[in-house]
């Protein structure tokens, strides 16, 4: 599986020690807990949504790097067991997100696969070309988060200095 994270330069795609801001998925202190989404357009959500960015005029100040990142094919990943109202909320659910996350990694997990919740549920699409670039079908966006440090990990940069298109600010799921 090729999942993608933004990160900004000169930063490396991986988290390496514990000293990272908590998030939904881990608390303070629990890390490295590394994020990423099932598009790109999952990790700039991510991104727009955390730094609260709305106005297409702020994209314009955006320079980040766009990382690929290959899964293996043997992980095994667990699925949190919350209603979706938690997966889907705001800062509001975190404490609930982040009590599973631990439940989780006591269980074993090496991680787990959930529906992402800064994108609108079906904007997860991509493109098709047929007569023309289209939008794809619909599809929820999902978030990989592992556990624990991944040097195994490969990434490649599928783009540097990059930007989000104006049009996925209507795709978020904004913090309230």
Known sequence: MIVFRRASAPLPFLWETAEQPPGRWHGEGEGPAHYFADTPDGAWAEFLRHENITDVEDLDGIRETIWAIELPDDLKLSTPDLPRRALLG???SYAACQAEGRRLRRAGTAGL????????PTQARGWQVQDGLHPGPGRDGRVVVLYGPRPELVGWRAGAQARPHAEL????????
Do not use: N, P, W
Not at 113 to 120: F, G, H, K, Q, R
């Open 169 to 176: 600010l209507r795709k978020i799921r904004y913090l309230q």
């Open 113 to 120: 696969m959930a529906i992402s919740a800064a994108l609108v």
């Open 90 to 92: 705001g800062s509001e």
